[in-house]
């Protein structure tokens, strides 16, 4: 069993940055790989991010160039710098994760999820 634990949402100015943090326990961290999704009010939940195992990164197109995903497996925690915030940003971001060396679009073919964290962009 891994538990996830986001933290470092809240609310910030268009053109601001935030960090958001999801911290794993339980077992192997190193051995999964590990995603960002989010979800807006009405909306479906959204891949925005995703690091392998062995530390690939890919991204959504609408969020390319300006976030960033990396992750610490001494320290258990996959991280997603976000800058250049939108308004249209704003949503409830979730870290999950999957025992495969392959992340995958799909919500229904991860393990874990975190209890999300609020991201708030005002314009």
């Known amino acids: 069993q891994v538990q996830l634990v986001e933290s470092g949402g809240g609310l910030v100015q268009a053109g601001g940055s935030l960090r958001l943090s999801c911290a794993a326990s339980g077992r192997t961290f190193s051995s999964y790989a590990m995603v960002w999704f989010r979800q807006a009010p009405g909306k479906e939940r959204d891949l925005v991010a995703a690091i392998t195992r062995s530390g690939i990164n890919t991204y959504s197109e609408f969020v390319k160039g300006r976030f960033t995903i990396s992750r610490d497996n001494a320290k258990n925690t996959v991280y997603l710098q976000m800058n250049s915030l939108k308004p249209e940003d704003t949503a409830v971001y979730y870290c999950?994760?999957?025992?495969?060396?392959?992340?995958?679009?799909?919500?229904?073919?991860?393990?874990?999820w975190g209890q999300g964290t609020q991201v708030t962009v005002s314009s």
């Open positions: 999950a994760a999957r025992s495969s060396t392959y992340y995958s679009i799909e919500v229904r073919t991860y393990d874990y």
